[in-house]
């Protein structure tokens, strides 16, 4: 049974940087398409980042655009996002996800919505002003 394990979260002032990390045991993470979603305080859940099998095609959020990197070492079954420039409204709780059937596509993986295979248990995420 895969299992999906978060880290790397905490309190940070804006303008900072955090690298959350997100490691996959079981499951076959290679051919796998992942992301990461946030949902902050009295909000849903949103789609923040997506990888491809590769790492080749990434997707972002209109928000996050310009600011975060999403990337994987599959070697090491770890996604990551690089945080660079937060902001308050940054502030969440981050979740990992994993798509295993679709072959790994970005956009497979975006198709299923939040109807995904399985999710890490989130790391918050702090921005103050």
């Known amino acids: 049974q895969v299992q999906l394990v978060e880290s790397g979260g905490g309190s940070v002032q804006a303008g900072g940087s955090l690298t959350l990390s997100c490691t996959s045991s079981?499951?076959?993470?290679?051919?796998?398409?992942l992301g990461w979603f946030r949902q902050g305080p009295g909000k849903g859940r949103t789609l923040v980042a997506v990888?491809?099998?590769?790492?080749?095609?990434?997707y972002y959020g209109d928000s996050v655009k310009g600011r975060f990197t999403i990337s994987r070492n599959n070697a090491k079954k770890t996604m990551y996002l690089h945080m660079n420039d937060l902001k308050p409204e940054d502030t969440a709780v981050y979740y990992c996800?994993?798509?295993?059937?679709?072959?790994?596509?970005?956009?497979?993986?975006?198709?299923?919505?939040?109807?995904?295979?399985?999710w890490g248990q989130g790391t918050l995420v702090t921005v103050s002003s």
């Open positions: 996800a994993v798509d295993y059937r679709n072959l790994g596509s970005v956009s497979g993986f975006i198709g299923r919505g939040d109807d995904l295979d399985a």
């Open positions: 990888i491809s099998w590769s790492g080749g095609t990434t």
């Open positions: 079981g499951g076959t993470f290679d051919t796998a398409g």
